[in-house]
């Protein structure tokens, strides 16, 4: 196989045999120099229109296709990824901003999801069910769902758009991805590449990059039976009002302000520890990352100077340059945005221990201290690399300060303790929970997802694949014929 580069998708990210586009093009820049990373063609809503027609005929025959066969397609897709890896972290690093550490990790995770999905095939599709005629035999069976709208971020823009892809296809559906613009290569060029070299029928899977105009039109799409989302709450609530309007189902995952909770018996070196990783790993633009460190009073001082030394040795700059810890934000925009929640959170009477500037897309990593719960810092969701501490004096107190949000995705509790975290644990309002370690923790056969703000409560990974892209079909059948 050929190698596969950038330059091949340039403008021409395509998928059923046709080309996106019809809403012309679009220049990928890189926000780590700005340079041009390549030109998008932007799906508009014909390209939507023939796209779903398209895949709505192929999974028609795809979903007869043996469970052999579409396992086999993921794993060769997998393959395909693997051949090609260097490259791909390449671009998720001039496109999205990721340290090469990171980019390496996500191609991990997306081959991971493949490999994931090519085991739901063989798990159970249905149940046996009692019937009260004696001689018919009642089966509930797990039916495709049809075509899977897949609309994805640019955080993470491989992994999660794999983690709805691969399922949905390994479950016999046909999917229509949207990429982000901003990493419309790495979140959807490499996924047609891959597939087309597993041999996946074509026409089951299209890449259709845009924006919002391309997302609703996703969503609206009459060939569209599902969707899946994963980007900002607010985008989120957008999808799903037009969803349910349409009483199509809709899977959101959506953002978090995360709570990491330090009780007074928790070991400090371990805890500052992932309050680092939880609050800079990828300048902070992950929805499971740190938003909140609420720390016991009694350890908050020693954790803050442990916190601010920690962020001293962080070593900002382009993600290309050796010995980089901490690359740009997406966009100076974002930066400017996480600048202005900043400010309000020192107006409102937040100190800074460290921080608080930024050149361009480059923020420094920022501690702030004094973070009451009607600070801008603690209410909302920053998605930047900003550790606001709050103190507690209870351990009552706490667990209120950490469910004081609309969000419910993730939590991390540092205690000695064990039973005490699980107990404190299992009063927290978040999807997961981690004790003595990060609020970022994923895998690809866990249930990923929140509630309240953080989703609909929709769950991705493992055999929960199963509920967000199959549906229940009673069938019964007579066992003796007259």
Request: aromatic share 6%.
């Amino acid at each position: 196989m050929a190698r596969w580069d950038i330059r091949e998708a340039d403008g021409q990210i395509y998928s059923g045999g046709w080309r996106s586009g019809g809403g012309g093009t679009q220049p990928v820049v890189s926000p780590g120099d700005g340079g041009k990373v390549g030109l998008a063609g932007i799906a508009d809503q014909h390209d939507v229109e023939r796209a779903g027609a398209r895949a709505a005929q192929a999974q028609a025959e795809w979903s007869r296709a043996s469970y052999r066969v579409r396992a086999d397609v993921l794993t060769r897709a997998a393959d395909a990824l693997r051949e090609i890896r260097a490259d791909v972290e390449d671009v998720l690093v001039r496109e999205s901003g990721s340290l090469p550490a990171k980019a390496k990790h996500e191609v991990d995770k997306a081959i991971d999801e493949l490999i994931a999905a090519a085991g739901l095939v063989t798990m159970s599709q249905g149940d046996l069910l009692p019937v009260e005629d004696p001689t018919t035999l009642g089966l509930a069976r797990r039916i495709p769902v049809g075509v899977v709208g897949v609309i994805a971020p640019w955080n993470a823009p491989l992994m999660l758009a794999m983690r709805s892809v691969a399922p949905a296809i390994a479950l016999g559906n046909a999917v229509l991805v949207k990429p982000d613009v901003k990493t419309a290569f790495s979140g959807g060029a490499v996924l047609a590449h891959i597939f087309e070299q597993a041999g996946l029928p074509d026409g089951v899977l299209h890449v259709l990059p845009g924006g919002a105009a391309t997302g609703e039109a996703v969503v609206r799409s009459p060939h569209t039976n599902a969707i899946s989302f994963t980007g900002s709450s607010a985008a989120g609530r957008r999808v799903g009002e037009i969803a349910g309007g349409l009483l199509k189902r809709v899977v959101l995952e959506l953002g978090g302000n995360n709570a990491f909770i330090v009780l007074a018996d928790a070991d400090l070196d371990r805890a500052v520890a992932g309050g680092v990783g939880g609050t800079f790993r990828h300048q902070g633009q992950i929805c499971m990352a740190t938003g909140r460190h609420l720390v016991h009073e009694s350890i908050a001082d020693e954790y803050v100077e442990r916190l601010k030394a920690a962020a001293e040795k962080l070593r900002l700059g382009d993600p290309k340059a050796p010995g980089t810890t901490l690359g740009p934000l997406i966009t100076t925009a974002q930066a400017e945005r996480v600048h202005g929640i900043v400010e309000a959170a020192v107006a409102g009477g937040a100190r800074v221990v460290h921080g608080a500037t930024h050149d361009g897309a480059y923020y420094q990593p920022t501690i702030l201290d004094g973070v009451t719960a009607d600070n801008a810092a603690f209410r909302s969701e920053i998605f930047g690399p900003v550790a606001p501490v709050t103190r507690f004096s209870t351990e009552e107190e706490a667990l209120e300060l950490a469910n004081a949000t609309e969000y419910g995705l993730s939590a991390a509790i540092h205690s000695r303790d064990v039973a005490r975290a699980l107990g404190f644990a299992s009063r927290l309002r978040a999807g997961m929970v981690a004790l003595n370690g990060q609020t970022i923790y994923d895998a690809a056969h866990i249930p990923m997802g929140g509630l309240g703000a953080s989703g609909n409560g929709g769950r991705h990974g493992g055999h929960w694949n199963l509920d967000e892209f199959t549906y229940w079909q009673w069938v019964t059948v007579p066992t003796i014929q007259h």
